[in-house]
Antibody, heavy 122, light 107 residues
């Protein structure tokens, strides 16, 4: 069974930093692109960032470009999101998700973690 | 950016009825790269449909997707109590964007 478990969320002051992790099991992690998707309270879904299995392809939404960095450790089957210069509008539940196929780039999201809550407030 | 607009915003129906949810794209969605998700309160989204009409693993056959170009539909043939939830469409042909969602509520 494919499992994704996010961690690292919490309360941070504006301008602060946070590192999210997504531990995975049940599939060949290195073969699949992964994404972070966020959902602000009571709002819809926004794809934040995507990384290919071999890390050669990375994409960010305009809203986080230059502030967030996605990475992965294929030996530890773990996905990361380093978030800097955080703003109130970054407050959301952050989900990691597997891509449906084993290709690069955009795809549907087959399996989602349970999410981790990030709150930016002074 | 390919903007997806879902309608209606809220759909009120009864168990056993047929539900029809719409997703309209501002640009044509190439390769039928259109997906649908279900989300219940406090839970992560669940993939229902990908490639416009392919059901994801374990999704009941009362869920079906159709459409092409800029107009897409998710149909639930006979609503079960567990189907009342939020539904989102997503296109993955030109980067990734989601619709704003349709709330399916019990009438």
């Amino acid at each position: 069974e494919v499992q994704l478990v996010e961690s690292g969320g919490g309360l941070v002051q504006p301008g602060g930093s946070l590192r999210l992790s997504c531990g995975t099991s049940g599939f060949t992690f290195r073969n699949y692109a992964m994404s972070w998707i966020r959902q602000a309270p009571g709002k819809g879904l926004e794809r934040v960032s995507t990384i290919s299995g071999d890390t050669t392809y990375i994409e960010y939404s305009d809203s986080v470009k230059g502030r967030f960095a996605i990475s992965r450790d294929n030996a530890r089957n773990t996905l990361f999101l380093d978030m800097n210069s955080l703003r109130a509008e970054d407050s959301a539940v952050y989900y990691c998700a597997t891509h449906l196929g084993s290709g690069y780039g955009a795809d549907a999201f087959e399996v989602w973690g349970q999410g981790t809550l990030v709150t930016i407030s002074s | 950016e390919n903007v997806l607009t879902q309608s209606p915003g809220t759909l009120s129906l009864s168990t056993g009825e047929r539900a029809t949810l719409s997703c309209r794209a501002s640009q044509s969605v190439s390769f039928n790269y259109l997906a649908w998700y279900q989300q219940k309160p406090g839970q992560a989204p669940r993939l229902l449909i990908y490639g416009v009409s392919s059901r994801a693993t374990g999704v009941p056959d009362r869920f079906s997707g159709s459409g092409s170009g800029t107009d897409f539909t998710l149909t639930i043939s006979r609503l079960e109590p567990e189907d009342f939830a939020m539904y989102y469409c997503q296109q993955y042909a030109t980067s990734i964007t989601f619709g704003q969602g349709t709330r399916l509520e019990i009438k």
